[in-house]
Nanobody, 117 residues
Framework: QVRLVEVGGGLVQAGGSLTLSCAAS????????MGWFRQAAGKERETVAA?????GNTYYSDSVKGRFTISRDNAKNSLKPEDTAVYYC????WGSGNSASGMYDYWGQGTRVTVSS
């Protein structure tokens, strides 16, 4: 069992940044790919970014490409108001950094990010 807790959400002005971290406990987290997903009010959950368990493969959605950076430790960003959402981290054992949310076995409870204009 892997337990995930997202850390680092909050309120920030447009153009600012937040560092989102995913604290993991349980099994050896180094064996897991990590994904970041978000869900804005009234919208479906979408993939933001993902990184393989080796760290050698990354995925970014078009909406965040060039503004978000994912690492095995955290995700950093330059934010716009449309980035306002609840952000979730997820883990996929031996994963390749897949963008499909169905590949991920463990999920955190989410952290809210609000970007003011």
């Amino acid at each position: 069992q892997v337990r995930l807790v997202e850390v680092g959400g909050g309120l920030v002005q447009a153009g600012g940044s937040l560092t989102l971290s995913c604290a993991a406990s349980g099994r050896t987290f180094s064996r897991y790919a990590m994904g970041w997903f978000r869900q804005a009010a009234g919208k479906e959950r979408e993939t933001v970014a993902a990184i393989s368990w080796t760290g050698g493969n990354t995925y970014y959605s078009d909406s965040v490409k060039g503004r978000f950076t994912i690492s095995r430790d955290n995700a950093k960003n330059s934010l716009k108001p449309e980035d306002t959402a609840v952000y979730y981290c997820a883990a996929d054992l031996w994963g390749s950094g897949n963008s499909a949310s169905g590949m991920y076995d463990y999920w955190g409870q989410g952290t809210r990010v609000t970007v003011s204009s």
